[in-house]
Structures are given as structure tokens and as C-alpha cells.
């Protein structure tokens, strides 16, 4: 639309309103509004976009104001007139990659970080009236080691993407493989086969409730990153013929590349755990690989490995 300078979703009622005029000079026009997403245009000159965001990308920052996080500033660049010249300064980062950025309005002072409000919850601060905006780069890759938090019966707040998947694992299949924004939830419905995509999450709603909806499955991506990854170094592993940890509680994962999907089963032998990999095979006489059982004390439950379905809470983005 001509003119048009923002716009909002309002998700509750699936409409949309444009405005033909911005935020800046008129911070306090900017009001809480549940179930709504407000989008901003931002004109950055000089910044190879396709490069850096990919020109699919809807949104290149995600703005929460009166927040900053505390302690994590790795550069701090001053006489900085625009909030929009300090996006662009968080973009073209090269000595380290900036994941969110902070302009404050009143000393025209720009920090960049290496962290987010994700990497470092615990240092996220918000602060009325301190007129300092923390704005996340949503250019940059999510950490590495990601899972589906699962919820029944409610739907995520923000649909920003309508899908169409036959199972709920191609849901998350599609979320992990989203071009046109950070994809940090969905909601499967199984009986119109729907998914929904989100850029939202519960640290981004905050203390939005997830609206109702029975039969759909939403699930929520939980990243973590390892000190090793902090560090910027390599995981390798190690091989130990013969040994296994005696106290460790067992679990099945693809980060190995191993076929196979654990499901935990219904409480039956309590000191045994039922485990068959498929690519794996012994050829010692007497020895069936695929019935192969283990006594463990310290399990309490039972696990079973179906090499031939694949329903793995791992998300695809979080495999070594």
C-alpha cells in the first residue's frame, strides 16, 4: 500500500491494520496490545541483505523496549543518532556475531553482544522508563542443540506461517526448515492436517496465555548451546570397547546418526531396558541383535527402538 509505514496482526480476530506512520518521535504510542504483532519499516542503506538475512526473511529484528541485557556487551559504539544505525552496525559485525544489539534512545549509545535474552535468560532486564530498546538479530543461526517442549489443547498466539502436513513430525520438520523467519514454535492440527508456524515463543509472549484449541499439539523449541560451542571448539567423541556408565540413565539419540526412535513404553519389567539400533549388528554366534537386552538397576523405565518410524522430539536444526 502506498504510504504505508507499519502494520498490525491482530491474531485473535485474523485481521490486519496498516498505519501511515512510524514509532520514531512517538515512542509512547507504542501500547500493549495481547494477541497482537506490530511490524515496523526500516530503511538501512549500504547492507548487503540477501547476504547476510536472505532476502525470504520477513523480519530482521525483533524489538522489546525498556529491556537490555545486562552484562554481555562486547562493543560499545557512541553518537549513534538512529535506532535504525544501530541495527545496521549489529548486521555488518564482523569480529564476533552479534545476536542482539541495544540502543539507548537518550545517549545516543549503541552496544552489541554475542548473547540474547535466549542464551542468557537469567540477564535479560526490563526496565521501565529506561529508554533503552533491546533488539534481537533474527539473521543469525538458532543455537545448535534444539528440542519440542509439547503442549495439548492449546495453539500458539502468532500465526505467521499456514502449512499443511499429514504427521505431526513434518510439522516439526517444517518449523526447523523455515526461510522466512525464525520458526521457535508450531501447532499441528491432526484433523485438518494443519500446521501453524510461530515466531513466538513463551519468552517472547511473556505472560500471554496460549488460547484453547482441543485435539492440537503445539510444540515449542528449546535450544541450548554447550560451553565447548562457547568456546568455539569442535565435539568429538570418544570410543570405550566393552564399558558403560553404571549410574547414568540411558537415552537414545540421533546425534550419532543412528535410525532409530526411542519411545518410552508402558511400565512393565522395571531392571530392564530394551534397546535395538539398526545399524548396528553382532555376528557372535547365539547373539540376537534384535531382541539384545540389558539389565539396568537404575532404570526405572522401560525403552523400546523402532528403527522404522521416525518421531523423534530432536529437532533436524540440532543434530551434530
Not at 225 to 249: L, P
Request: aromatic letters at 8%; glycine letters at 6%.
Amino acid at each position: 500500500m502506498d504510504g504505508e509505514r507499519g502494520e498490525r496482526l491482530d491474531f485473535s480476530s485474523s485481521s490486519c491494520i496498516s498505519y501511515d506512520r512510524t514509532s520514531v518521535g512517538r515512542r509512547r504510542s507504542l501500547v500493549p496490545v495481547q494477541g497482537s504483532n506490530y511490524f515496523e519499516k526500516i530503511c538501512l542503506s549500504g547492507v548487503e541483505y540477501g547476504r547476510i538475512c536472505g532476502n525470504e526473511r520477513l523480519w530482521s529484528f525483533e524489538r522489546v523496549l525498556d529491556s537490555f541485557l545486562e552484562g554481555f556487551d562486547n562493543k560499545t559504539i557512541r553518537s549513534v543518532e538512529t535506532r535504525a544505525e544501530c541495527l545496521k552496525f549489529c548486521l555488518m559485525e564482523t569480529e564476533f556475531q552479534c545476536r542482539s544489539c541495544e540502543y539507548n534512545i537518550q545517549e545516543k549509545v549503541c552496544t552489541l553482544s554475542p548473547e540474547d535474552r535466549r542464551t542468557k535468560p537469567n540477564n535479560f532486564v526490563t526496565r521501565p522508563g529506561s529508554l533503552i530498546d533491546y533488539l534481537e538479530n533474527q539473521c543469525v543461526k538458532m543455537l545448535p542443540d534444539c528440542r519440542y517442549a509439547i503442549q495439548n489443547d492449546v495453539m500458539v498466539v502468532s500465526m505467521d506461517q499456514l502449512e499443511f502436513a499429514n504427521v505431526q513430525s513434518d510439522c516439526e520438520s517444517l518449523c526447523d526448515k523455515s526461510r522466512i523467519m525464525t520458526c521457535r514454535s508450531y501447532t499441528y492440527d491432526p484433523e485438518q492436517k494443519r500446521c501453524y508456524l510461530s515466531g513466538d515463543d513463551s519468552i517472547s509472549l511473556n505472560t500471554t496465555v496460549l488460547p484453547f484449541k482441543q485435539g492440537v499439539i503445539t510444540g515449542e523449541k528449546q535450544c541450548t548451546v554447550s560451553q565447548c560451542q562457547i568456546d568455539q571448539g569442535t565435539i568429538i567423541y570418544e570410543k570405550i570397547t566393552g564399558r558403560s556408565v553404571r549410574t547414568a540413565r540411558r537415552n537414545c539419540t540421533d546425534s550419532m546418526n543412528h535410525r532409530g526412535d526411542l519411545q518410552r513404553s508402558a511400565p512393565g519389567d522395571a531392571t530392564r531396558t530394551r534397546v535395538s539400533v539398526q545399524p548396528l549388528q553382532w555376528t557372535t554366534p547365539g547373539i540376537d541383535a534384535s531382541s539384545w537386552t540389558e539389565t539396568h538397576r537404575d532404570d526405572p523405565q522401560t525403552y523400546s527402538v523402532h528403527p522404522a518410524r521416525a518421531t523423534s522430539k530432536r529437532s533436524a536444526s540440532g543434530v551434530s
